[in-house]
């Protein structure tokens, strides 16, 4: 994950700290707390690692009177008018209930349909390309990918 975090040649040290968060829908740790914040450490010793680099687990199912309970509560309203946080609110009205937003939305969803269903073409064009048995026009004709498409997973495929 750091990868691109530094230019070539630049040392370890100038790594910005880096935090990974969690939002789960249930309480994977099983103790009913908020947050869990984790952080690497040497094993023999139980001493922080220190390299900047931190994990944080937000129990999605936590209902706290706490700002993390309540911003959960809102995560998991249908109803802007539910809402603890009017920012929260106004972004969900917007996107529920004005035309601008229900455009959005749709085109959003519209979006990651055709996404799942290219990835799933994807497959069945690696797997009849696995078969063996199928000319590359074949497979353009029975995925809908593009012949470039097609070409591409071959040579993916072959690397």
């Known amino acids: ?18 935090w990974v ?9 099983g103790k009913g707390l908020p947050l869990y914040p984790i952080e690497r450490c040497f094993l023999g010793t139980g001493e922080r690692f220190k390299d900047g680099s931190h994990i944080l687990y937000v129990n999605g199912a936590y209902r706290g009177d706490t700002p993390i309970g309540k911003l959960m509560h809102d995560f998991s309203c249908t ?7 009017g920012i ?16 959005i939305m749709c085109r959003a969803m519209e979006d990651m349909r055709n996404q799942t269903l290219k990835e799933g073409m994807k497959e069945v064009a690696l797997r009849m390309l696995a078969a063996g048995k199928y000319a590359l026009e074949e497979i353009v ?16 495929r072959s690397a």
């Open 21 to 29: 968060i969690f939002i789960t829908e249930n309480d994977v740790m």
């Open 79 to 85: 109803d802007a008018a539910d809402m603890y946080y």
């Open 141 to 156: 004709n029975i995925s809908g990918l593009s012949l470039e498409e097609v070409k591409q997973l071959k040579a993916d």
């Open 1 to 18: 994950m750091d990868a691109n975090l530094l230019k070539k040649g630049e040392d370890f040290d100038k790594l910005p700290e880096t």
């Open 88 to 103: 929260l609110a106004d972004r969900v009205r917007f996107f529920k209930e004005s035309k601008e937003g229900i455009e």
